[in-house]
C-alpha cells in the first residue's frame, strides 16, 4: 500500500465519522472569527437557541471594516455608520458568548491570518477554519485549514464539525532556488500562471521541492494564502525546522514537556516517500522572474520582461473573449510592456502580504529613495498591531515616511476597499494583495498583484519595474 | 432550509467564465448584518451604471441595457446558465444570498468554485454541473427561444429542455438528501454529539497543548 500524503494524515487525525454517503465528520480545532462572516451565524445560533460547542477554539477579531487612521478613537473612528454596527456586533457576540476577541484597540487586533500564527494559535497539525477563503495561508504550518461560509460557520460554533468530503491530493513542486529579488508572491503567481485560477478546484494542495523548503514561514504563508486563487481550498507546506522555529515561544505555544510531545508528532507531518498524488506539478523555481498580473483574473499575471497579451493570438473563444474583456477594463493595449503601465496608487498589505518579512523586503528598495511624485498615493498598511510595533523597532516606518509612503494602522484596508481606504476609477495600482478582480479595490479601480519588493520598485519609478534593477 | 425537489423556470445566459464572488455581490453590501435583502445588489457593478451604496432605493438607478438581467425576456429568470468556474473568489454566502434573494433556484455551469459550490446547498439553491457541450447547447437554445425554460429534479437527477430532451447530473448523496428535505444539518451533525465527545477525550490525550489557552 502507498503511503500517505501530508493532506491524508491530516484529514484521518480529524475523522470523526466517515458516513456511509461518501460525506465526513471532521473535527475543527481552531476557528478564527471576523466581523464581516460572523453575525448571521451568530444570529442562526440564538434563533435556534444553541450555544457554542467549545468556546475556546474560537479567536475574534475585526479586520475588513477597521479604519488604518485615527485608531486611538477605537470603534468612534469608523466613520461609515454600516461598517462601525458590524465591529460592535461583533463585539456584543464575542462578549455575549465569552469568546476572546483581540478588539480595535488592542495591540493584539490585525488581519485574521496575520494573528493565528503570531500568537501561536496556529499551531502545526490542527485543523482550522475562518469565514474567509484566505485561510488556505494556515496551511503553511502543516496544518488543514480552508475557508467555509457562514452557514458552517454557525455549524463549526454549534458542533466543533464540519461535513466535508475528501479532496484529491495535488503536489505543486517548485525545484532549484529562487533567484534574488524573487519572493514567495511570485513563486504563487507563477504557479497560478501556469495551472489557472481552477486549476486546484477539488483538490488539497501540497507545496514542496526546494525553493518552498528555502523560504522563511512569511514567503510560506504568501504561497499557502494565494492557493484558493489556484481554485484549492487547501494549500500546505510540510513541517521542519522553520516551522519549529517560528511557532516556539509564541503565547498559545505549547511549553515545557508538551513542548517535546508537540514536536515529536509535528515531525511526522509530511508526505510519506512513497506517498501517492492524484497530480504533481513541477516548476523551476530558478527560472521564475518577478511578477506582474496585467488581467482580472490573477491567472493573467506574467514577467515583469513580458507584455500584456494580444487575443488575436488566442485560439480559444472563451479566452479569447476573457482577454478582450480584461483589457478593456485594465485600460491597457495588446503587446503594451508591463514596465509602461503607469501607475497611480501602491498599496503594500493584506493577508498575504503585511508581514513583517514583507515590510523589512519593501524598506529596503524604498530606502533612501522617495516615491514617485507621478503617484496619487503609496500606502503600508502591516498586517497586525504586533507586526507595527516589531517594524516601528526595527525603523522601517521611518524609512517608509521619509520616502513618502504613508505608515498606517493594521487591517484588510484596500485589499478589498471596505473600509475608506480605495481606488477611484480608472485607477492603476501596484498592489500586494491576492486578486485583481473587476471593482475589488474600489470600483473601476485597476489592480496589479506584485510582490512586496515589486510594490516598493513601482512606488519610487511610478510604473513597474524589475526591482532586481534597484538591488545593487 | 427551505426544500428542493423540481424547479422549472426562466433561464439567463451568463456567457463569461470565472464569474467571481466579488462580481456577484460587491464588497460594500457585506456590511449587512442579516441575511435577506441582497437581490437589488446581485452583479451590482454590471447591471447598473453607477456605484452602488448599501441601503439605496436601486429603482432610482441607471440600468445598464447591456446586461441580461436588465432585459425584459430574463427579468423573471430562476435558473442561471453559467459558464466555468463560477463564483471563484471569495468565501462569502453572501453570494448565494444574493443569487436565491433575486429568485434564482438553480445555477448551471461545466464547474463552479469549491466553496461557492458548497455553499449553495446550505440555502437551498441547487447548482448543477453539466458538461461543456451540454452548456453550449443550452446556451445556444436559450439565445434562440424567448421564454426559454429548463424544468430540473433533483429526486430523479436531470435537466429536461421544452423539447424533452433530458440530461442526467451527478450530485453528492448527503447533500441531495439535505436538500430534498430542507434538512438543518447541525441538527443531523448533532445527532452524532456522542462521538464528537469520544473523539475530544482521545485528544485531549494524546494531543493535549490542542486545549491550552493563550498566555
Given amino acids: 500500500m502507498a503511503g500517505k500524503t501530508l493532506y491524508d494524515k491530516l484529514w484521518d487525525d480529524h475523522l470523526v465519522k466517515q458516513r456511509d454517503d461518501g460525506s465526513a465528520l471532521i473535527y475543527i480545532d481552531r476557528q478564527l472569527l471576523h466581523e464581516v462572516t460572523s453575525p448571521q451565524a451568530f444570529e442562526g445560533l440564538r434563533l435556534a437557541g444553541r450555544k457554542p460547542w467549545r468556546i475556546d477554539a474560537n479567536i475574534a477579531t475585526p479586520d475588513h471594516n477597521v479604519p488604518t487612521t485615527d485608531r486611538d478613537k477605537g470603534i468612534d473612528g469608523i466613520v461609515d455608520p454600516v461598517s462601525r454596527t458590524q465591529v460592535e456586533t461583533l463585539d456584543k457576540n464575542c462578549d455575549e458568548f465569552g469568546i476572546l476577541e483581540f478588539k480595535i484597540k488592542d495591540q493584539r487586533q490585525g488581519i485574521v491570518h496575520v494573528i493565528g500564527p503570531e500568537q501561536g494559535a496556529t499551531l502545526p497539525g490542527m485543523s482550522i477554519v475562518c469565514g474567509d477563503s484566505h485561510t488556505s495561508t494556515h496551511g503553511a504550518f502543516g496544518c488543514l485549514a480552508h475557508g467555509i461560509g457562514t452557514s458552517e460557520v454557525e455549524h463549526v460554533l454549534a458542533t466543533q464539525c464540519l461535513v466535508q468530503k475528501k479532496m484529491k491530493n495535488m503536489l505543486v513542486k517548485v525545484n532549484g532556488k529562487l533567484g534574488p529579488g524573487v519572493t514567495g508572491k511570485d513563486v504563487v503567481l507563477a504557479i497560478i500562471g501556469k495551472i489557472g485560477t481552477a486549476g486546484g478546484t477539488g483538490y488539497a494542495i501540497e507545496f514542496g521541492g526546494e525553493a518552498i523548503r528555502g523560504l522563511s514561514m512569511e514567503g510560506r504563508m504568501t504561497i499557502c494564502n494565494m492557493s484558493i486563487e489556484a481554485g484549492a481550498r487547501v494549500g500546505m507546506v510540510a513541517v521542519d525546522d522553520t516551522t519549529l522555529d517560528y511557532v516556539r515561544g509564541r503565547p498559545f505555544s505549547p511549553k515545557g514537556d508538551q513542548w517535546d510531545k508537540a514536536v515529536a508528532y509535528w515531525n511526522t507531518l509530511h508526505s510519506d516517500d512513497d506517498a501517492e498524488f492524484d497530480k504533481v506539478v513541477e516548476l523551476d523555481g530558478a527560472a521564475i522572474m518577478p511578477q506582474v498580473s496585467w488581467g482580472t483574473s490573477p491567472e493573467m499575471v506574467t514577467g515583469v520582461d513580458g507584455a500584456v497579451p494580444d487575443p488575436a493570438r488566442e485560439e480559444d473563444p472563451i479566452k479569447r473573449e476573457g482577454i478582450v474583456r480584461a483589457l478593456k477594463y485594465m485600460g491597457l493595449q495588446p503587446n503594451q510592456k508591463i514596465t509602461d503601465i503607469k501607475l497611480d496608487r501602491v498599496f503594500i498589505g493584506s493577508c498575504t502580504n503585511s508581514r513583517i518579512e514583507d515590510l523589512r523586503e519593501a524598506a529596503a528598495v524604498v530606502k533612501g529613495r522617495k516615491v514617485s511624485p507621478s503617484l496619487k498615493q503609496a500606502m503600508v498598511v502591516p498586517g497586525s498591531g504586533l507586526v507595527k510595533v516589531q517594524a516601528e523597532q526595527e525603523g522601517l516606518d521611518k524609512i517608509f515616511i521619509e520616502a513618502g509612503l504613508e505608515w498606517r494602522d493594521p487591517g484588510c484596508s484596500m485589499c478589498l476597499a471596505m473600509n475608506a481606504d480605495k481606488l477611484g476609477q480608472g485607477e492603476h495600482c501596484a498592489s500586494t494583495s491576492n486578486r485583481n478582480f473587476e471593482g475589488r479595490q474600489g470600483f473601476g479601480g485597476r489592480t496589479h498583484l506584485v510582490s512586496p519588493a515589486m510594490a516598493a520598485a513601482a512606488a519610487v519609478t511610478g510604473h513597474f519595474v524589475d526591482v532586481r534593477e534597484l538591488m545593487h | ?215
Fill in chain 2, 1 to 215: 432550509m427551505r426544500a428542493f425537489t423540481q424547479h422549472q423556470g426562466i433561464v439567463a445566459p451568463m456567457d463569461r467564465s470565472n464569474v467571481d464572488t466579488d462580481m456577484i455581490i460587491p464588497k460594500q453590501f457585506l456590511k449587512s448584518i442579516k441575511r435577506t435583502g441582497f437581490g437589488p445588489n446581485l452583479f451590482d457593478e454590471l447591471r447598473y451604471l453607477d456605484e452602488g451604496k448599501p441601503d439605496q432605493d436601486c429603482s432610482q438607478r441607471p440600468l445598464n441595457p447591456d446586461f441580461i438581467l436588465n432585459q425584459d425576456r430574463y427579468k423573471n429568470a430562476s435558473v442561471l446558465l453559467a459558464r466555468s468556474n463560477f463564483g471563484c473568489g471569495s468565501s462569502r454566502e453572501h453570494a448565494p444570498w444574493a443569487l436565491d434573494d433575486f429568485g434564482f433556484r438553480v445555477i448551471i455551469a461545466p464547474s463552479f468554485a469549491d466553496i461557492f459550490y458548497n455553499n449553495c446547498f446550505k440555502n437551498g439553491l441547487l447548482p448543477i454541473v453539466l458538461p461543456e457541450e451540454v452548456v453550449d447547447q443550452l446556451f445556444r437554445e436559450t439565445e434562440e427561444k424567448d421564454g426559454y425554460q429548463l424544468t430540473v429534479d433533483l429526486e430523479a437527477k436531470t435537466v429536461t429542455t421544452p423539447s424533452g430532451e433530458s440530461f442526467g447530473f451527478d450530485v453528492d448523496d448527503f447533500r441531495r438528501h439535505c436538500l430534498l428535505n430542507g434538512l438543518d444539518d447541525i441538527g443531523v451533525t448533532l445527532e452524532d454529539a456522542e462521538l464528537i465527545r469520544d473523539y475530544e477525550e482521545k485528544r485531549k490525550q494524546t494531543a493535549p497543548w490542542l486545549f491550552n489557552a493563550g498566555n
